[in-house]
């Protein structure tokens, strides 16, 4: 399996912004698509933003929806978070995860997102300081 890569990670005071970027060598495949993911201290993972190629199936989780923005660049199998408006609960450590496109229903709305994930990057930590 090719590896993922993250970086971009850092420590920002509230309101700040980071950009992360994540390289994933064939997500850009048919079906394929990349999610970022986050996991802070005693917390479970939460899923925040996912993209297929192409820049189709844009997902965004309510918490981080209108302070982040995904973005992909296929040629260069490398998908970006920008984020926007840091809060201390932003404080985690940041996943990218290659996975296959799929659908599902949540709260009786259908949703074309990414899921499956199979391959994980080590992660970057975000830190974000009152």
């Known amino acids: 399996q090719e590896q993922v890569a993250e970086s971009g990670g850092g420590s920002v005071q509230a309101g700040g912004s980071l950009r992360l970027s994540c390289v994933a060598p064939?997500?850009?495949?048919?079906?394929?698509?990349v999610g970022w993911h986050r996991q802070a201290p005693g917390k479970e993972r939460e899923e925040g933003a996912s993209?297929?190629?192409?820049?189709?199936?844009?997902y965004y989780a309510d918490s981080v929806k209108g302070r982040f923005a995904i973005s992909q660049n296929s040629a260069a199998n490398t998908v970006y978070l920008q984020m926007n408006n840091l809060s201390p609960d932003d404080t985690a450590m940041y996943y990218c995860?290659?996975?296959?496109?799929?659908?599902?229903?949540?709260?009786?709305?259908?949703?074309?997102?990414?899921?499956?994930?199979?391959?994980w990057g080590q992660g970057t930590q975000v830190t974000v300081s009152s």
């Open positions: 995860a290659v996975g296959w496109q799929g659908s599902w229903l949540k709260r009786d709305k259908l949703v074309n997102g990414c899921w499956h994930y199979d391959t």
């Open positions: 993209i297929a190629p192409g820049g189709a199936r844009i």
């Open positions: 064939g997500y850009s495949d048919e079906f394929g698509c």
